[in-house]
């Protein structure tokens, strides 16, 4: 059996992380983007299980937090990716008539 590479929907959410924390930190070097900060509000958010740590190091370690959410949480949506894969490979193979 071959390995098959991976789809590239699985790289979705990861980017979209991605480009979401870097869109965020706009707001700290052009004064008209400060809206943004709804964005990053939203980021730690939909990354609860990965920001609760950094919410803990609070104003102290701000960036070491940010950096953290940054880092794992775009992990954190590529490991749910991969599993939202095996369980449609998983499906999919039970779909599969069986051949003799």
């Known amino acids: 059996m071959t390995r098959q590479a991976h789809p590239d929907w699985i790289y979705f959410l990861p ?3 991605f ?3 870097l869109m965020s930190t706009l707001r700290f070097f052009v004064p008209g983007l400060q809206y943004l900060s709804v964005m990053w ?8 299980p990965i920001s609760l740590l950094a919410d803990e190091w609070g104003p102290h370690y701000s960036a070491l937090g940010a950096i953290r959410i940054v880092a ?9 990716s991969r599993a939202v ?6 499906y ?4 599969r008539p069986v051949t003799n």
């Open 85 to 90: 894969e095996m369980l449609v490979n998983k």
């Open 15 to 17: 980017i979209l992380h």
């Open 19 to 21: 480009c979401a924390c």
């Open 72 to 80: 794992a949480g775009t992990l954190w949506w590529y490991l749910l």
């Open 41 to 48: 509000d939203f980021v730690v958010r939909a990354d609860f």
């Open 92 to 95: 999919m193979r039970r779909q």
